[in-house]
Nanobody, 126 residues
Framework: QVQLVESGGGLVQAGGSLRLSCAASRRTFNSYNMGWFRQAPGKEREFVAVIMWSGGSSAYADSVKGRFTISRDNAKNTVYLQMNSLKPEDTAVYYC???????????????????WGQGTQVTVSS
C-alpha cells in the first residue's frame, strides 16, 4: 500500500498562492493516478483535481479550474497542487489519494480513492 504525506499548507491572504506537495512511499508511485481532495469544516470531502500516472492528462473541479494546477514528478514520487488566486472559500484541509486501479478515469467520488494522507490545512483570509 502506498503511504502519502501532504505538506505546503498554511495561511495566505485572498489572491495569494500556495503549492501543496504529496510525497509517496513506494517506487511504484508512477503507476498510479493521483487525486487531490479537500474538506472544509462541516462539509463533505470534495474532489479538487486528478492526474494520470504519466502526467499526460488531468481534470479539475469547476470551482478551481483556471486557478489550480496539478502536476507530478515521478522521479521524486511526488504530486503537486499549485493554487493561485486563492479565495476564502478554498479554506479546507487538503488531502491527496490514489485512484484505485479498478476504477475508471473520470470519477470524482472519494470512495474510488484510497491510501489517504493525513491532510494539510489551507486557510485563506479575506
Amino acid at each position: 500500500q502506498v503511504q502519502l504525506v501532504e505538506s505546503g499548507g498554511g495561511l495566505v491572504q485572498a489572491g495569494g498562492s500556495l503549492r501543496l506537495s504529496c510525497a509517496a512511499s513506494r517506487r511504484t508511485f508512477n503507476s498510479y493516478n493521483m487525486g487531490w481532495f479537500r474538506q472544509a469544516p462541516g462539509k463533505e470531502r470534495e474532489f479538487v483535481a486528478v492526474i494520470m500516472w504519466s502526467g499526460g492528462s488531468s481534470a479539475y473541479a469547476d470551482s478551481v479550474k483556471g486557478r489550480f494546477t496539478i502536476s507530478r514528478d515521478n522521479a521524486k514520487n511526488t504530486v503537486y497542487l499549485q493554487m493561485n488566486s486563492l479565495k476564502p472559500e478554498d479554506t479546507a484541509v487538503y488531502y491527496c489519494a490514489v485512484l484505485r486501479k479498478t476504477t475508471s478515469w473520470g470519477t470524482q467520488n472519494p470512495s474510488d480513492f484510497g491510501s489517504w494522507g493525513q491532510g494539510t490545512q489551507v486557510t485563506v483570509s479575506s
